[in-house]
């Protein structure tokens, strides 16, 4: 398995005198993650650093991140802008929904050709590929049910359909 670096959160404005910001998740799996995957600061993944999440305060769009070695406010507004970016592998959920997945193609488990991956839908339930098969575009729930696994090798999506998902 290679190692994949996913961005899970943009920081957006500090918060208090200690050296508190707020974050925009980018992906549900934000809350899993952050709290407890080894975490990276930075623009871009190839550059970003290693960066230790020390507090979290309050609850909800309302909480507060603290991370070692940011004390101060104008600490903290000296890395607003910059990616939270977390190290996953090939068997994470968040691989479901990366963007190294645009251009895949969609596949039955039985080897039928569905269409190619054009984005990826975040829901309030669950997430969804739009798929375009070249003369129309449908959602694939993200769900276990029907994304059977994805083999980066081939770029390819292994589903199994459910009645009328691609009728």
Same mark, same amino acid.
């Given at each position: 398995?290679?190692?994949?670096? @996913?961005?899970?959160? =943009?920081?957006?404005?500090?918060?208090?005198?200690?050296?508190?910001?707020? $974050?925009?998740?980018?992906?549900?799996?934000?809350?899993?993650? /952050?709290?407890?995957?080894?975490? !990276? $600061? %930075?623009?871009?993944?190839?550059?970003?650093?290693?960066?230790?999440?020390? *507090?979290?305060?309050?609850? %909800?769009?309302?909480?507060?991140? &603290?991370?070692?070695?940011?004390?101060?406010?104008?600490?903290?507004?000296?890395?607003?802008?910059? =990616?939270?970016?977390?190290? =996953?592998? +090939?068997?994470?959920?968040? !691989?479901?929904?990366?963007?190294? $997945?645009?251009?895949?193609?969609?596949?039955? +488990?039985?080897?039928?050709? /569905?269409?190619? $991956?054009?984005?990826?839908?975040?829901?309030?339930?669950?997430?969804?590929?739009? *798929?375009?098969?070249?003369?129309?575009?449908?959602?694939?729930?993200?769900?276990?049910? /029907?994304? @059977?696994?994805?083999?980066?090798?081939? &770029?390819?999506?292994?589903?199994?359909?459910?009645?009328?998902?691609? +009728?």
């Amino acid at each position: 398995m290679r190692p994949y670096i @996913q961005p899970i959160a =943009t920081i957006t404005t500090a918060s208090g005198l200690r050296g508190e910001v707020r $974050l925009r998740p980018l992906s549900r799996y934000f809350d899993e993650y /952050v709290e407890e995957r080894k975490l !990276m $600061l %930075g623009f871009l993944p190839e550059i970003a650093e290693d960066i230790k999440l020390e *507090i979290v305060k309050g609850m %909800g769009k309302k909480r507060r991140f &603290k991370f070692v070695g940011v004390d101060s406010f104008s600490a903290a507004e000296k890395i607003i802008g910059q =990616t939270i970016f977390v190290e =996953t592998d +090939d068997d994470d959920e968040i !691989m479901l929904i990366g963007k190294e $997945l645009l251009g895949f193609n969609i596949v039955t +488990d039985m080897g039928e050709f /569905v269409g190619i $991956l054009s984005d990826v839908v975040w829901l309030p339930t669950n997430d969804a590929y739009l *798929i375009n098969d070249g003369e129309r575009e449908f959602l694939i729930p993200v769900i276990p049910e /029907v994304v @059977q696994g994805v083999n980066f090798d081939r &770029k390819r999506i292994i589903i199994t359909p459910m009645d009328g998902l691609l +009728d």
